[in-house]
């Protein structure tokens, strides 16, 4: 069974954009696929009038002046509305993306290594340099590498409050009574890389948090960003997993990349993105095929997703996996043909998945469970058909054959070609379950 051009874009994309011919892969879906598993991808644009370098610079001013003294009651601070400009720019940038997949990978990404806005200041303003510079250019390259930048940044620093963390027999340590917050360490080994299943123990997150400590973020001077401080720093080797690590800055770096290797990792990152990309309950073939690329390749992300498109469970027509608020939202927007960014940050709010603010530093929830609640079916319902008002001059009939083709059944097809308005018809298409699915 080969996978379809329509598929593909349906399953592995963003869903296809309204000005997209019908055949968006020209023939060659997996080629269309390998190609944007290569490289660091075309840069994100930045939010209107900045560029990367000079919004990090502005944000780490603002924290500065305003770090200690809140804004005025009902007005967001600098940081705030410079957070919220890369939210509106990031939404645009996947409403337009002409890589959907590599897109998808970011987002797939970006919620294995949760960060979110509840985390303060010390995340809000890091993000951009977060999404752009830590987390996007690697989404394709060695997992070690990756969890290596991730582990570094301000971002997950602060979110986890490393910064916190202080060696109590270091000479910090013993002056202040300060000691060790195992926050980053323990989700590090449950989330971004062994998992539970290893069998880790509460000794090797102590073991790992004092490895740890020393590492923080220099935020009152410039350059804002990851410093190592000797003296907040745990004397002595440190034992995890069973491997032994000598104190000093290197080791931390030692450490993730041991764990990046570990067996108990590469089953883990398997296991999760089959079940982004193919099932809610992964097919164990399917999961054993891409770990044994992860181990032979090293852990290469790139080779990694090339064989994730080719498993047989990926050229399956039937539509299982049910979109999250995000993907719903981008993919009816896309279809729309829309570029503005606020119904769908607006529409996301409303489904409870606000950008880039997960509760929890799991993230948000990868299977149907996590979206299917009788409430949020009922209001996806509601947004289906206030979202088809701002495209009811559309065509309901070349709409349907741009975005779902020959993956809309018949029920879904007589739907939208019988009903009594264009809005109706729309409607109809963005609440159907084949959109509602890929």
């Known amino acids: 069974m080969s996978i379809t051009p329509h598929l593909t874009v349906h399953r592995f994309g963003l869903g296809p954009r309204a000005a997209l011919p019908a055949d968006p892969t020209q023939g060659n879906p997996l080629a269309w696929l390998d190609a944007q598993t290569i490289g660091a991808g075309p840069p994100v644009p930045p939010p209107e009038g900045r560029d990367a370098a000079f919004a990090l610079a502005e944000g780490y001013a603002a924290w500065r002046e305003h770090d200690a003294t809140p804004p005025p009651a009902g007005q967001p601070s600098p940081v705030t509305?410079?957070?919220?400009?890369?939210?509106?720019?990031?939404?645009?940038?996947?409403?337009?993306?002409?890589?959907?997949?590599?897109?998808?990978?970011?987002?797939?990404?970006?919620n294995h290594f949760t960060v979110a806005e509840r985390g303060g200041f010390g995340v809000t303003t890091a993000y951009a340099g977060f999404l752009r510079d830590v987390v996007r250019p690697r989404i394709t390259g060695r997992f070690a590498d990756l969890l290596v930048a991730v582990s570094t940044s301000p971002s997950m620093l602060y979110y986890l409050d490393q910064v916190a963390s202080v060696g109590p027999n270091s000479s910090f340590g013993r002056r202040s009574g300060r000691g060790l917050n195992e926050n980053l360490a323990r989700e590090i080994l449950e989330l971004h890389s062994l998992s539970p299943a290893s069998g880790y123990t509460q000794a090797d997150v102590t073991e790992f948090a004092r490895l740890m400590t020393g590492w923080g973020v220099e935020r009152m001077r410039e350059p804002f960003g990851t410093i190592f401080r000797p003296a907040n720093h745990e004397p002595g080797p440190k034992t995890v997993m069973g491997?032994?690590?000598?104190?000093?800055?290197?080791?931390?770096?030692?450490?993730?990349?041991?764990?990046?290797?570990?067996?108990a990792t590469l089953r883990h990152l398997a296991f999760k993105l089959v079940r982004h990309f193919i099932a809610d309950d992964p097919p164990p073939d399917a999961v054993a095929r891409i770990e044994a690329v992860l181990r032979d390749t090293d852990g290469d992300l790139g080779a990694a997703s090339r064989a994730l498109v080719r498993l047989p469970q990926a050229a399956n027509p039937a539509l299982t996996k049910l979109r999250s608020p995000m993907e719903w939202m981008l993919a009816i927007h896309r279809a729309g043909g829309t570029t503005d960014p606020r119904p769908v940050m607006g529409g996301m709010a409303a489904l409870a998945q606000p950008l880039w603010n997960a509760p929890q530093p799991n993230g948000w929830p990868d299977t149907a469970q996590g979206w299917a609640g009788p409430e949020g079916v009922m209001q996806r319902l509601d947004l289906a058909y206030d979202v088809a008002g701002r495209f009811a001059r559309q065509d309901p009939r070349a709409l349907l054959a741009s975005t779902l083709g020959p993956l809309a059944g018949p029920?879904?097809?007589?739907?939208?070609?019988?009903?009594?308005?264009?809005?109706?018809?729309?409607?109809?298409?963005?609440?159907?379950?084949?959109?509602q699915r890929r």
């Open 411 to 435: 029920a879904t097809s007589r739907a939208v070609t019988t009903a009594g308005s264009a809005r109706d018809a729309i409607a109809l298409l963005f609440a159907s379950q084949e959109m």
């Open 81 to 110: 509305r410079l957070f919220r400009a890369e939210q509106e720019a990031w939404t645009k940038h996947l409403l337009t993306a002409e890589e959907p997949f590599r897109e998808r990978l970011v987002m797939f990404w970006l």
């Open 243 to 263: 491997r032994r690590f000598e104190e000093g800055p290197a080791a931390y770096e030692e450490a993730l990349r041991f764990l990046a290797a570990h067996p």
